[in-house]
């Protein structure tokens, strides 16, 4: 008996020692930090990002296992753009746009990461970022050269430009007696370089520095940058659009008194004056816009030039086709001869008939171009419809345009929000000014043959267009 108590001892020390950790639960090691690390790379955190449709993205890092690409999750605000159009996810690295049926609105919004490994660990992120659209982009390195440092290579490659071209003055004066009055009496300076290419280089130059002063301003408007490129387009094209509305004009005017004058020389020559001295009567008495041309022309005969040479170099500047035709056919008719005073006559018949039946032609025009301006006011009144309803379609449901493959998981992704109206309003500034171009550029092709006859009518509706857009709807 004292041998079995002996026993029964041990065996209840033994038990009261092994006993408690045998029927424990096995212990897990203790928790360490998370394996799974989330670095966010765009829009770095607390960045102001211009953007309203930014590109998410983030990269990975896990020690203990893989990271599963089919459980990871990006949200930004209430949106969830798992899976969404563009979305590129690896088991490094995470990237996805935010659609464009999603612009995001101007003010502050949180990006939230989660993403699971095969070993079931889990890990989130959340940053925040800024959308301004006044904000300054940081250029790549193909468009990172600043709009000041432009103005600089410019003005360098000007002096040194204007180095050598005095340079080669000095040379040639030096060694021809180059003198400017006799050089500019010979080759007279072409009129497109001072009413186009002149105004187009300032005009180049003016985007740069408005751009620059735009981009590196804060708070200015957003449309501030449409501004600079309307002005841009007046710089450009007004004094062209000016000079090519007045030689319109005067080519008329050079065409009426051209008929005019052909009536006048057949009776002259009815009373028995050859041409030329027709000519050069007619040129004495002659107050309208030939008046120049005729003496000019007078001067060359009594020098005794050639009728037929000193017609056609009377007839050339006014850059006319219908005067150059009726100008040759009086020069053949001279040199053939016989009842050249009955064909000056019917010549000018002709020509007067071109001349009314051109007019005429303005004149019925004239309905058709006020159709084309009515045509554009109703286009303006049908987006600033659309602009007053804009907010009404966030209800709109698109869930049809991806085939209701649901690419945006999580919320209410399948309908639009509010639309940005101020966005909105800024797209359909820019759609009428092309708008406002093409159309002036019809006008002009359609009432004259030429677009260029139609750059007056293209600034008048930049010019109502800006004016609405900016001023009475804003």
Known sequence: MRGAARIATIVALVLLAVGPALLAPTAHAAAGPDPITITPVSPSPGSQEPSSTPTIQASFGDSAASVVTSDIYVTVGPYNLTDSTGWKATATSVSCPVPNILPLKPGVWNITVSVTDTAQNTANLTWNFTVNPNATVAGTPVFSIKAQTILLYIGVGALVAAAVFFAYIWYLRQTTR???????????????????????????????????????????????????????????????????????????????????????????????????????????????????PLAIAADGLQLGRRFDVVMADMVRPMKSRLISRYGALISEATDVGGETATVVYRAAKDMDDFVKIEEERSNQLTLPIAVIYIAFGVLMAVLFALLYIAPELGTLNIGFINGGSGALKGSSGSSVPRLDVNTLHERFFELMLINSLGTGAIIGAFSEGRARYGIVHALALVAATTVTFLFLFP
């Open 178 to 292: 180059f003198a400017f009055r006799k050089y500019f009496a010979t080759h007279p300076v072409q009129k497109e370089y001072l009413v186009l290419y002149i105004p187009l280089v300032a005009a180049f130059v003016f985007i740069l520095i408005g751009l620059d002063y735009v981009t590196g301003t804060k708070g200015l408007p957003s449309y501030a940058t449409d501004l600079v490129v309307v002005v841009a387009i007046f710089i450009a094209l007004t004094a062209y659009g000016i000079d090519a509305r007045h030689q319109l004009n005067r080519l008329r005017q050079y065409e009426r008194a051209f008929a005019q004058f052909l009536f006048e020389m057949a009776d002259a020559m009815r009373g028995g004056l050859d041409p030329a001295k027709a000519l050069i009567e007619l040129s004495k008495t002659h107050t309208n816009v030939l008046k120049r």
